[in-house]
């Protein structure tokens, strides 16, 4: 079965410091991948998506940026994290990209805190 | 621009009662999913609907699609406590790399 995982689960940076989240996903392979965040007490905003090694789509401009390094690894990264970079960042995959296919999948999250 | 948005944004109801929620959006969709997060958690996949469906069951849950209306609404029956969390709708449209665009969510508490 597949399952992802998602790490740290909580974080508090001050503001200015680098950030490194992680992603991986086992039991499949070739996935599409996505970063989401959400701020508090609402919806979720895609931040990337990657449908491969090295390919990067991004959603919004913001300081944050991702990487594809292995095909089931997903990493979101900031050089100087900023105070609106706090929030829940959830990060998902899918394996059926027909438009008419399956579920998302999510990781259980990480909490970052930016002070 | 968010492209579903659920109604209503919180809902508190006793145990046994139902819960509706509603959902519309604003483009062609391909599926319309429906989505349960407790707090502080990832999300968790409930039911899928596609386009050419109208309706669709799982459990205690009824999902509802009007594509001519660009609405969707999920009935809970029978609630529970344990039913408390917040539910989004997303939808998925044309495009190749499965993009779901989530609504602002409804939270949903169930009183015992």
């Known amino acids: 079965s597949q399952t992802i995982h998602q790490w740290p689960a909580t974080l508090v940076q001050p503001v200015g410091s680098p950030l490194s989240l992680e992603c991986t996903v086992e039991g499949t392979s070739n996935p599409n991948l996505y970063w989401y965040r959400q701020a508090a007490g609402r919806g979720l905003q895609l931040l990337f998506y990657s449908v491969g090694i090295g390919q990067i789509s991004s959603e919004v401009p913001q300081n944050l940026s991702a990487s594809r390094p292995q095909d089931r690894q997903f990493i979101l990264s900031s050089k100087k994290l900023l105070l609106s970079d706090s929030g829940f960042y959830l990060c998902?995959?899918?394996?059926?990209?027909?438009?008419?296919?399956?579920?998302?999948?999510f990781g259980e999250g990480s909490w970052l805190t930016v002070v | 621009s968010q492209q579903g948005e659920e109604d209503p944004q919180a809902l508190s109801i006793q145990e046994g009662e139902n819960a509706t929620m509603n959902c519309s959006y604003k483009?062609?969709?391909?599926?319309l999913q429906w989505y349960r997060q407790n707090s502080g958690r990832g999300l968790v996949h409930l039911i899928l609907?596609?386009?050419?469906?109208r309706e669709k069951h799982s459990g205690r849950l009824r999902v509802t699609l009007d594509t001519s209306k660009k609405s969707s609404s999920l009935l809970i029956t029978a609630s529970r406590a344990a039913d408390t969390a917040s539910y989004f709708c997303?939808?998925?449209?044309?495009?190749?790399?499965?993009?779901?665009?989530f609504g602002q969510g409804t939270i949903l508490t169930v009183h015992p």
């Open positions: 998902a995959w899918i394996r059926d990209r027909a438009p008419s296919g399956n579920t998302i999948y």
């Open positions: 609907i596609r386009s050419n469906e």
């Open positions: 483009t062609s969709i391909n599926n």
């Open positions: 997303a939808t998925r449209g044309g495009t190749s790399y499965g993009k779901l665009t």
